[in-house]
């Protein structure tokens, strides 16, 4: 049973780690903290579906100094470059963190700067931080205390590509991820690109070019290829709450069959509790909501030689709550799925 | 740790049924029937989304003679009229049976008739029968082997007009509900009445005097207040997958104040484990998808002398499958809530 | 021809407004305001979907004054309490006023005052106003240069009740409306109340005891049976763009059937362009989507005597912006209709 | 004026011709016909949101022979295969055929038997066909009578790729069309890929390697570019009732800019109607619901080389009946948007 506080809590991910966690066996969520408009506020106050679940009120990172003693480990779920200043005293004070947010996402920090503008002041925590895919990463992962959560795109996109890649299957410069996302990917914040009316009965594309989760996966994938590689990633927004389906495409070097891929699939995850490859069904978001599973399915096209992945995960789940509980099993030497056999809501 | 099957697999309730039962500690799942039409095929293909979580194939009710020695449980999750021709043969083999379906929650054989068209043939399984509400019938169902468990429009009328009606607090001939179903109410049978297209971005009323609910209704909050009433109900299909608000109206005999009849209804409610009463945020059906909780509010209007009570459900849950699991708790022995601590997925 | 000003053109009722008066063969719209927000922005960057269509820029009341002269009529679309300000000067240049907001819907200034606030510092304006309801008050309104647009929820209830009201059928003091409406009647600004995820799959009561609306329905309800009344009205969001459900109750004085009430019905609204009564089919909001019409039904429940109406409008059109075309049509002495014989785009 | 009959009056390809064609100032629709289910049967009790606009019937085909005298030019909006046995009699008998189906849509034999697995018994008719996309075929399309209107995919693909087609300016091998659609594109039928609570929430791939929409877009893009070609096509569906957005996806020739590429698709289209290319602005496919248009934008990945244009239009409208109503227009003389200049009704 170990202690932990989240810090950035007002938020879906936020909301999502307490519901998991008001469930996990071993851990007891002892603060929570949020942005200065939440202050003093019980978090079933912003949640209601959380009356009588949980009693706590939100507190600021202004309090994190006289909190720190409390816990044994500490989620951050925050907007890129805020982690940053808190790491270091959290990771000093010997607790461990799982940050949801991009700072300790990249292990090169030049690439980091390049696509976020700000960079580490020092190497010394960089150095120490793991990017948290466990399926691709778990020995690594088991061995750190500072966690970068995988973005909710790179997680779907990753898992889909990383058979091909590392198989070299693929022209690795083909790579295309077409990736439609419910809107709870836009957070909590209400903006007109949050509003019921704005969204719903509509389907667009944004960020065509520059999404920072394409930084992501162009890194993650040149690491598990051994190659640099660029990859071409657009994503939508679509009328829905959530889920992230990842359409990839990609050219195969040669010949290839479904049944052909579809084994190898299995093969690559077949001894991963969160993965499942379908056959002969199309994965959809619903069959996921709510879980920590990611579901794959590939196909070729002979025509045009390409090979076409789909990948669904729950962007709040797999990208980003569940799989930082993933990883805090991990590093706190808890069995991996604890606290996430969920099975999905349907419908 | 019981055995139990479940007939009528393929519909909602029968799937969230499997859905809660996987992963209920006392029970397992050891058969499951479904229409014809499923025959032979496995659940997972009917619903992909519990692919890997269990392996089973659909039989149908032909064969459940064979079958009926391997549990100690039936649930049944049938149109109405169809489980009155297996209840007798299932109970006479000494097990229990918890029926989702309108045949056993009418104690008197002539209401059952008068709405549902049908009847029951003889008496002695009626007579075993109990309305399966918690709620308000705790002490008769722990007595009994054959649970009718309430419709889902029921679950949230009566128990949002229960403390009114028990307290003598309204005109009896004033209570009027308004309900409104998500469209997983309708089934998964796929007709123009489910069609996507023809329920996005719609709302309408439906069976606007007649429907079967307002017989259930009607009988038990009679049951509840001693006298004889009648409810005017109207159901709406409102565009969503799950959930009922049931908007109740009821004239105070006395004026009240919207504090007091909060206080009522916490009294009342107060060792209950799935009802929550709230004070002052409006229960939405959000707030309980996924649970077998029942969210109440309750308002006064002093200008018209008109008590608002608000009730959601998830319809599914506990108005269906939620219930069926808590009424086969009490009847098994089992602590009421095992199993069924879901927190709602939200959003 | 005449030349129209639009204020608020920046919300919905604005936006819709202006796409049913680009299709309107008497009218050109020369100028727009919005909020200082918006100051020149060109409307098309506001609302994509003009692109091509309008090429004006926002102004804001600021800018009134020197507008002025350019114009015959101008549409107010405003918060409530800001029309005040500006209806005098617009009415004493000579120009006529069609106000979407709620400042001119109540002739008693007391009455105003109660449910709004505020108060009519001279009642020189408020005796010109008439209630823009074309199907009640048409003859007044074609004598008039100042609209009091009806607001959405009314629109619905009075255009249901008013048959029973204005023969005498029901008890005056046994009116429920339980209206449920699409999102766009919060309005375009984004909130946590219209955050997509927030009300997608979730539907709930809102304002139970105290929505301003009632004391319009009240008002106006009573002002055509001759008799003060009170009404209990409950209104709801419901997870989809647009459209209004009021589901009417009332307690009949006497016995009736379904088809005396259905022609009753027919009779009151026989030359009413935009009122349909269907017999056997649910009004349902998609009907009207998009459209000026309101769609009616009327049942009758024997076992508790009471009326049941249903009444669906589009809150944009019918509800708003539709509305105040039609009055501008009367007041403007076009045919009633021009501009507005949209078919809704259906599904 | 002109008479029309409708073929297929039923679906919503159907229900859209009719909306459209009763505000068009030069046709009258004199016949229906539907499915052997619907005959007898009035429209408006199939669509009640047309209550009051249409009075007529639903005849069969099996009535075809008697009523054509009576039309000018007949509409058909059938499952492909079925045209092909009644185009030559409509077309001997010296009428106007308006296709929406698949059947007319290759004027190469042999192609269309390999994606539809049927074919033409005498290519005196197909000779005749012209592809009906105006913007690419309009001087064809003016000396014809018999259109094969383009499947809905198509149009917004084929627009979205001719820019780039016709110029040359990409690999041709590198087309990657990746298309998502609302609901109403599977069509009225009720099955449970249609059903509400199977689509609520949820984003699929289908047809990932063979839906015949892909051998469409390839023969066409063939045809513009001179070259045979091959396209890799997945369509999906989103969870909304109305339109498409085609993402495509297109290696480069040479290195372009977004400026450079914006501005030659405006000057392709730059006597277009029905087309709007966006600079900045995101193409939502709400922006074009209920109208005729198609709205593109187009822009460029420098770090991959890939062009990515983004192309919505309403696949009802601008995909199915709008632009048969335009295919109309030309053949029969009317100026090309008569009766097209719908606003969207947003939001």
């Known amino acids: 049973m170990i202690k932990a506080g989240i810090v950035g809590a007002g938020g879906y991910a936020g909301a999502t780690l307490i519901n998991i966690l008001l469930r996990?066996?071993?851990?007891?969520i002892v603060w929570l903290m949020s942005e200065d408009?939440?202050?003093?506020?019980?978090?079933?106050?912003?949640?209601?579906?959380l009356t009588g679940e949980i009693d706590l009120a939100c507190q600021t990172l202004d309090d994190l100094d006289k909190n720190l003693d409390a816990?044994?480990?500490?989620f951050l779920a925050l907007p890129h470059g805020i982690a940053i200043n808190y790491v270091p005293k959290i990771i000093d004070a010997g607790k461990k963190v799982v940050d949801l947010g991009a700072d300790y996402r990249f292990s090169d920090n030049k690439i980091f700067k390049q696509w976020y503008g700000i960079e580490h002041k020092t190497e010394?925590?960089?150095?120490?931080?793991?990017?948290?895919l466990p399926e691709l990463f778990r020995s690594e992962i088991k061995k750190t205390k500072l966690i970068g959560n995988p973005g909710c795109y790179p997680t779907?996109?990753?898992?889909?590509?990383?058979?091909?890649?590392?198989?070299g299957l693929i022209e690795l410069d083909s790579i295309i991820v077409d990736a439609k996302s419910g809107i709870t990917g836009a957070g909590r914040g209400a903006t007109l690109k949050t509003h019921?009316?704005?969204?719903?009965?509509?389907?667009?594309?944004?960020?065509?070019?520059?999404?920072?989760?394409?930084g992501e996966i162009e890194y993650q994938l040149s690491r598990i290829s051994g190659h640099q590689l660029n990859v071409t990633f657009v994503p939508h927004l679509a009328p829905m709450s959530r889920g992230i389906l990842a359409t990839i495409y990609a050219k195969a070097k040669q010949q290839v069959d479904d049944q052909a891929?579809?084994?190898?699939?299995?093969?690559?995850?077949?001894?991963?509790?969160?993965?499942?490859i379908f056959d002969d069904k199309a994965p959809n978001t619903k069959y996921v909501a709510g879980t920590n599973n990611c579901v794959i399915a590939v196909q070729y096209n002979e025509c045009t030689g390409r090979i076409i992945v789909l990948s669904v995960i729950d962007n709040l789940v797999k990208g980003a709550a569940g799989q930082a509980v993933q990883n805090m099993n991990l590093i706190c030497g808890f069995p991996e799925t604890t606290g996430l056999k969920q099975i999905t809501v349907f419908p």
Chains 1, 2, 3, 4 share one sequence.
Do not use: W
């Open 24 to 28: 996990h066996p071993e851990v007891k």
């Open 37 to 49: 408009a939440h202050k003093g506020k019980k978090i079933a106050d912003l949640y209601p579906h």
């Open 71 to 74: 816990v044994d480990l500490v």
């Open 124 to 132: 010394k925590y960089l150095s120490q931080a793991v990017f948290g």
């Open 156 to 167: 779907a996109s990753i898992l889909g590509a990383a058979p091909l890649v590392k198989n």
């Open 196 to 214: 019921y009316c704005e969204r719903n009965e509509g389907l667009e594309a944004y960020a065509v070019t520059n999404h920072r989760h394409m």
């Open 261 to 276: 891929l579809t084994a190898l699939y299995k093969e690559f995850y077949k001894d991963e509790p969160f993965v499942k």
